[in-house]
Nanobody
Framework: QVQLVESGGGLVQPGGSLRLSCTAS????????MGWYRRAPGKQRELVAT???????TYADSLKGRFTISRDNAKKSVYLQMNDLKPEDTAVYYC???????????????WGQGTQVTVSS
C-alpha cells in the first residue's frame, strides 16, 4: 500500500500565499510523477500541476505564473507554492502520485485525502 499525506491547506485572504506539501510512504518501488489536482464546489476535479521524477513540470494554463510545483525525491515529497490566491482558487486540493510498488507490476495511481484551501476576506 501507498499513502499520500498532504498538509498546508487553510484559510487565506485574496492575494495571499499558501504552500501545500505531500509526502508519499509505504510500498514504493519507484515513485514516478507526482502532482496536484483540485475540486472546487460544484465542479469536476481538475489538474493543477504535475512534476516527473526528473522535475519536468506541467501546469494548468490558467495557473501558470501564480502556482509553482516542486519535488524533493529524497523525501518522496511534492510541494505546491500558491501565490496571489483568488477566491476562485477555493477548492479541495488532492495530491496524486504514479507509483510502482513492484518491479513486476505496472504503475498505479494513488491519491491523498485532500486538503481544503479557502480564499476569502
Amino acid at each position: 500500500q501507498v499513502q499520500l499525506v498532504e498538509s498546508g491547506g487553510g484559510l487565506v485572504q485574496p492575494g495571499g500565499s499558501l504552500r501545500l506539501s505531500c509526502t508519499a510512504s509505504g510500498s514504493i518501488f519507484r515513485l514516478n510523477a507526482m502532482g496536484w489536482y483540485r475540486r472546487a464546489p460544484g465542479k469536476q476535479r481538475e489538474l493543477v500541476a504535475t512534476a516527473t521524477s526528473g522535475s519536468t513540470t506541467t501546469y494548468a494554463d490558467s495557473l501558470k505564473g501564480r502556482f509553482t510545483i516542486s519535488r524533493d525525491n529524497a523525501k518522496k515529497s511534492v510541494y505546491l507554492q500558491m501565490n496571489d490566491l483568488k477566491p476562485e482558487d477555493t477548492a479541495v486540493y488532492y495530491c496524486w502520485a504514479s507509483v510502482r510498488t513492484s518491479p513486476v507490476l505496472p504503475s498505479g495511481d494513488y491519491w491523498g485525502q485532500g486538503t481544503q484551501v479557502t480564499v476569502s476576506s
